[in-house]
T-cell receptor, first 111, second 115 residues
Framework: RKEVEQDPGPFNVPEGATVAFNCTYS??????FFWYRQDCRKEPKLLMS???SGNEDGRFTAQLNRASQYISLLIRDSKLSDSATYLC????????????FGTGTRLQVFP | DGGITQSPKYLFRKEGQNVTLSCEQN?????MYWYRQDPGQGLRLIYY???????QKGDIAEGYSVSREKKESFPLTVTSAQKNPTAFYLC??????????????FGPGTRLLVL
């Protein structure tokens, strides 16, 4: 089983739609969780950290479910500019400083 | 402007040649990392460094070498021993060890192609 698993997509949605991505992780000792965004042929950029109580940043909402070992990202009112690959990232700190990256879920928003 | 710079943007390697990828940061971060990204795969860690003059192997260190002589610089050498070097190479940095301090920030990357 992969350490971090994501549905590769692509998710094709119209502008204004709500879309949700899930990500599962295998190590129950995982401590920190993130969503990164990567545009085509560019570097990943931090979108948001994921906190135990869930957190929201504008149109983006992240949730963590430790019991089921998954995190989710909800995007409301999708914009064309949201088209990108979304990477789920997990850290096992304090056991390691390494981040484990999922392979990403591709989102394509169309007019 | 604070950030991470990588050079060159594109690099071509001939068979049997060693090449060095540059990574510089002015964020005053202690930790620096090198990743490799191949199509359809997640980022894989090559080497990382928590402090000057110290570094550790990541998951795919074979065929690569690094140095960390200065806090702001972490160059990666792709040696001739790396048989499949064509990939997108990403350098990252973070403040350092500790919960919520490990958020990593990436440079723009270097694309390495083999001639």
């Amino acid at each position: 089983r992969k350490e971090v698993e994501q549905d590769p997509g692509p998710f094709n949605v119209p502008e204004g739609a709500t879309v949700a991505f899930n990500c599962t992780y295998s190590n129950s000792a995982s401590q920190s969780f993130f969503w990164y965004r990567q545009d085509c042929r560019k570097e990943p950029k931090l979108l948001m950290s994921v906190y135990s109580s869930g957190n929201e940043d504008g149109r983006f909402t992240a949730q963590l479910n430790r019991a089921s070992q998954y995190i989710s990202l909800l995007i409301r009112d999708s914009k064309l500019s949201d088209s990108a690959t979304y990477l789920c990232v997990v850290n096992l700190f304090p056991n390691t400083d390494k981040l484990i990256f999922g392979t990403g879920t591709r989102l394509q928003v169309f007019p | 402007d604070g950030g991470i710079t990588q050079s060159p943007k594109y690099l071509f390697r001939k068979e049997g040649q060693n090449v060095t990828l540059s990574c510089e940061q002015n964020l005053n971060h202690d930790a620096m990392y090198w990743y490799r990204q191949d199509p359809g795969q997640g980022l894989r860690l090559i080497y990382y460094s928590q402090i000057v003059n110290d570094f550790q192997k990541g998951d795919i260190a074979e065929g690569y070498s690094v140095s960390r002589e200065k806090k702001e610089s972490f160059p990666l050498t792709v040696t001739s021993a790396q048989k499949n070097p064509t990939a997108f190479y990403l350098c990252a940095s973070s403040i350092g060890r500790g919960p919520y301090q490990e958020t990593q920030y990436f440079g723009p990357g270097t694309r390495l192609l083999v001639l």
